[in-house]
């Protein structure tokens, strides 16, 4: 068992709320709850969650890898996804981009030399209007991300992570 007993009993409240023969419905909300513990998923904590699923690792891998919110390598404490779908594009998405890619120092699928941020791309995350848009650990989303609210975003969160 790789993950923490309170991950398991997460886990098996998901679990509960499908039919007994079918437990690997609860495969994403698994997932999430692995990668919250462990801050990433790699191949043996996948292996670990089809064992407890009763499902074939390549099953959970599949979806792992399907999902953008699932990370299949290491990354960052902090995860900042920017929309660049068209209508983000369009309404300030790709000059906030720019910004935060200046104010970090990497690009996308990269990692800060210290290990605070990873800067990700992402598809469409329902809020056109409020653009440009980013997601914060897969859990926050932030809107209207003008340079001022990037920089306001970036010393919070490097203040609240340990170093």
């Not at 409240?13 to 999430?32: C, G, I, N, Y």
Request: proline fraction near 5%.
């Amino acid at each position: 068992m790789l993950l923490s007993e309170q991950a398991y009993k997460k886990i098996d409240r998901e679990v509960a709320k499908f039919p007994a023969d079918q437990k690997q419905s609860a495969v994403m909300a698994a997932l999430a709850i692995a990668q919250d513990e462990k801050g990433w998923l790699p191949p043996e904590v996948m292996q670990d969650v089809a064992d407890y699923l009763g499902m074939p690792a390549i099953a959970v891998q599949e979806v792992a890898t399907f999902y953008a919110m699932y990370n299949t390598t290491p990354i960052g404490r902090n995860k900042i996804t920017i929309c660049t779908n068209l209508p983000c594009a369009l309404s300030g998405g790709e000059k906030a981009a720019h910004y935060l890619k200046q104010k970090l120092g990497i690009d996308y699928r990269e990692t800060t030399a210290d290990g605070q941020f990873t800067l990700m791309e992402g598809e469409c995350m329902g809020a056109c209007g409020d653009a440009p848009v980013l997601l914060v650990n897969n859990k926050r989303m932030c809107s209207w991300m003008s340079d001022d609210k990037i920089d306001a975003l970036v010393e919070e969160l490097s203040e609240a992570t340990p170093k």
